[in-house]
């Protein structure tokens, strides 16, 4: 008793309607948009990032240090985080200016303090870091992907309604042929 083993495995096809067919293609596009979001995303983190590092260059080619004055007393609060005070200072195009820095220890009014000055004359703004370059570059390539993804799902989502409602009319339409003949209402003799 020999059986014959076929070299290949037989698939067992059911017919597919033409809905289910436009659904698996517009499937297999939708997983293609996807790979091409995931690719969107890393150019958008990409590019957040060089512009991020340029931030940086720019600030550090324009960032100056003047020397201020005191206008407040920084009182001692103790060993502990710097607090804000009052500084005049003249920024590097010759126009005076009063900004707040931070200063710890117990200084009084009119004391000169070294004071950073961004390239548009401001004194207390941090300047950027890498870490807020990889920061923008983590948002960026997130806001492109969870955008992408949100769109994708809702695109198949609308795919799945619309195929089910052509499914559901279809087969009532062809229930309404097979039913009569199936209950034996449509075969009785007059």
């Not at 806001?143 to 309604?161: N, P, S």
Request: hydrophobic share 45%; charged share 20%; proline share 8%.
């Amino acid at each position: 008793m020999s059986q014959h083993i076929p070299d290949r495995p037989t698939v067992d096809r059911l017919p597919r309607r033409r809905s289910d067919q436009v659904q698996r293609v517009v499937g297999w596009l939708l997983v293609l948009a996807g790979l091409l979001t995931v690719v969107l995303a890393v150019v958008a983190a990409s590019a957040a990032y060089d512009a991020g590092l340029d931030r940086i260059k720019q600030d550090a080619a324009t960032r100056t240090t003047v020397v201020g004055v005191l206008l407040d007393d920084a009182p001692p609060i103790g060993p502990g985080p710097s607090r804000p005070t009052r500084v005049s200072y003249v920024d590097q195009a010759g126009r005076p200016q009063v900004g707040q820095v931070p200063v710890t220890g117990n200084l009084i009014a009119g004391t000169p303090v070294r004071v950073e000055v961004n390239g548009n004359g401001r004194v207390g703004i941090e300047p950027p870091t890498r870490g807020d370059a990889v920061f923008s570059a983590v948002a960026a390539g997130t806001a492109v992907t969870l955008g992408g993804i949100l769109l994708l799902v809702f695109a198949w989502m609308g795919v799945r309604a619309v195929v089910l409602a052509r499914n559901c009319t279809a087969w009532e339409r062809q229930w309404r042929l097979v039913e009569p003949q199936w209950s034996g209402r449509g075969t009785a003799a007059p």
